[in-house]
T-cell receptor, first 114, second 110 residues
Framework: EPEVTQTPSHQVTQMGQEVILRCVPISNHLYFYWYRQILGQKVEFLVSFYNNEISEKSEIFDDQFSVERPDGSNFTLKIRSTKLEDSAMYFC????????????FGPGTRLTVL | KNEVEQSPQNLTAQEGEFITINCSYSVGISALHWLQQHPGGGIVSLFMLSSGKKKHGRLIATINIQEKHSSLHITASHPRDSAVYICAVESRGSQGNLIFGKGTKLSVKP
């Protein structure tokens, strides 16, 4: 069964450093999402991406964040200058139809900012 | 105010018991999702529904759009059902992005 993969599984970085989190979605899926979950808290929406552009973003997704699909397969989330409060589990998800469709989640990347 | 509320927050059951987890939401939705999060953190979709009832094995999900309420039932619970169960909604007009509840942590004892 096709699955979503994410790399790395765990990333440790120093405050102020840039990080890039990578996701390989299921091949025929066109709608992509990033979510984050701070330890002990609920999952929060960051951004959705369709047709090579952002379709929606939350208040969390400020200028420090960016997303792209650089090579038509990988889907990346970049945090330009990490802060301590960016420490969280980051999940990518995707589906083939946007709304009204089951979402398929990756296993997550645990980001620790020191 | 949370747009998606779940109850209970924590639930301990004996193997074989019938389990119900409730979800209420305050926004207009196009669909509601039930998800399972394992101790390692991975999230799996269980159901997506916009009306009525769905059944998959020992799991049943129902939704009442008028009352803005959904329930997830587990029949004949088993220790392997132990996980966090999360209710999430797609608000009307969104591109499918989800608004999550805080989750219900279920522990089924043998």
């Amino acid at each position: 069964e096709p699955e979503v993969t994410q790399t790395p599984s765990h990333q440790v970085t120093q405050m102020g450093q840039e990080v890039i989190l990578r996701c390989v979605p299921i091949s025929n899926h066109l709608y992509f999402y990033w979510y984050r979950q701070i330890l002990g808290q609920k999952v929060e929406f960051l951004v959705s991406f369709y047709n090579n552009e952002i379709s929606e973003k939350s208040e969390i997704f400020d200028d420090q964040f960016s997303v792209e699909r650089p090579d038509g397969s990988n889907f990346t989330l970049k945090i330009r200058s990490t802060k301590l409060e960016d420490s969280a589990m980051y999940f990518c998800a995707n589906n083939d139809g946007g709304a009204y469709n089951e979402q398929f989640f990756g296993p997550g990347t645990r980001l620790t900012v020191l | 105010k949370n747009e998606v509320e779940q109850s209970p927050q924590n639930l301990t059951a004996q193997e074989g018991e019938f389990i119900t987890i409730n979800c209420s939401y305050s926004v207009g939705i196009s669909a509601l999702h039930w998800l399972q999060q394992h101790p390692g953190g991975g999230i799996v979709s269980l159901f997506m529904l916009s009306s009525g009832k769905k059944k998959h094995g020992r799991l049943i999900a129902t939704i009442n759009i008028q009352e803005k309420h959904s329930s997830l039932h587990i029949t004949a619970s088993h220790p392997r059902d132990s996980a966090v169960y999360i209710c999430a909604v797609e608000s009307r007009g969104s591109q499918g992005n989800l608004i999550f509840g805080k989750g219900t942590k279920l522990s089924v004892k043998p």
